[in-house]
Nanobody, 126 residues
Framework: QVQLVESGGGLVQAGDSLRLACATS????????MAWFRQVPGKEREFVAV????????DYAEFVKGRFTISKDSAKNMVYLRMKSLNSEDPAVYYC???????????????????WGQGTQVTVSS
């Protein structure tokens, strides 16, 4: 079965950086799209970034373009989210998500993802 475990969250100052990591239980990165979503209390889970199963395509929410970078290391079964210039809009629980890639379902919709991690908290202080 597929299991996803996030790590790397924590408390940082505004303007600082964090790298989140998602460890997968099995080798799925060559066939599954991998994404990051985030959620704050009282709000819907929102798309942050995705890297497709082919590795050829990445996409980002408008509010993180130029600041966040998604990457993967297939040899280590790891997906990363490098977060730079964190600001007051970024605190949230960040979730790793995965969906089977070849069907080509839209990557920005949480409902299309089959597997989710437990989340890791990111807090930003000013």
């Amino acid at each position: 079965q597929v299991q996803l475990v996030e790590s790397g969250g924590g408390l940082v100052q505004a303007g600082d950086s964090l790298r989140l990591a998602c460890a997968t239980s099995i080798d799925i990165l060559s066939t599954f799209d991998m994404a990051w979503f985030r959620q704050v209390p009282g709000k819907e889970r929102e798309f942050v970034a995705v890297i497709t199963w082919t590795g050829a395509i990445t996409d980002y929410a408008e509010f993180v373009k130029g600041r966040f970078t998604i990457s993967k290391d297939s040899a280590k079964n790891m997906v990363y989210l490098r977060m730079k210039s964190l600001n007051s809009e970024d605190p949230a629980v960040y979730y790793c998500a995965s969906k089977f890639g070849p069907p080509g379902a839209p990557t920005g919709s949480a409902t299309n993802y089959q597997y989710w991690g437990q989340g890791t908290q990111v807090t930003v202080s000013s």
